[in-house]
């Protein structure tokens, strides 16, 4: 190895280093910000949202409120959050288990299948959705931050909608984005009635199930053609 080879080298290596620590403070705010949203997920669940105090989020994730306020402004901003991530993980799901259904026979009876075997309630997640939209009640800017959670879920919702039926070549006897509002509304309805319902937990998540897959069935059928 030649003499500029060798200093070439170590400034390589000093080069790769700095990367490498300027992406470490990324990462670990990352991981901290999952942290968060999972601490405060359980929280919400346990004692509600407005009950909850940044301290007992913080506690429970084993942070500070230094570590709190320098990724989240307020619990508000912190929902918001984990909407957002809650929201993509199911549409992540929704997109990965209606590809291909344009090969089945019945794409339509294939979709709801595939979704509804993927999908199921999740208690907590239910709560602290449900709990916040009481919260919202009350408060106009958390109600106008929901709204805008929920429009950006209802219109990602309604592109997916718009190419899974031109996949599959279904026409649309309704707009794609009122079809949405429909299936979130049905869906939203029978998890909330399967998560705080009566009943053993087995017979009541396979009710709900067997209620959600008829009433989608229904309403798709007679929503394509």
Request: hydrophobic share 40%; proline share 2%.
């Amino acid at each position: 190895m030649g003499v500029s080879d060798a200093l070439m080298h170590p400034i390589q290596c000093c080069i790769v280093s700095v990367h490498e620590i300027d992406s470490r403070p990324k990462r670990r705010r990352a991981e901290t910000v999952e942290r968060l949203l999972d601490a405060a997920l359980e929280t919400f669940a346990e004692i509600g949202f407005a009950a909850a105090s940044v301290e007992d989020i913080c506690r429970r994730g084993g942070f500070t409120r230094g570590a709190f306020y320098s990724s989240f402004k307020t619990k508000d901003e912190l929902f918001g959050a984990l909407f957002a991530r809650e929201t993509e993980r199911n549409l992540a799901l929704a997109e990965q288990q209606l590809t291909g259904i344009e090969h089945e026979s019945d794409p339509v009876t294939a979709a709801v299948e595939r979704c509804l075997s993927t999908f199921r309630a999740d208690r907590t997640w239910v709560l602290v959705h449900t709990e916040y939209a009481l919260y919202a009640t009350r408060h106009p800017e958390a109600a106008t931050a929901l709204r805008r959670h929920a429009e950006e879920l209802h219109r990602r919702l309604t592109a997916l909608v718009e190419t899974a039926s031109s996949r599959a070549g279904l026409r649309l006897s309704v707009p794609a984005n009122r079809l949405a509002r429909i299936v979130l509304a049905l869906h939203d309805g029978v998890v909330i009635r399967e998560v705080l319902g009566g009943g053993t937990a087995r017979s009541s998540d396979r009710a709900a199930s067997d209620l959600e897959r008829t009433a989608l069935l229904l309403l798709l059928r007679s929503a394509t053609s």
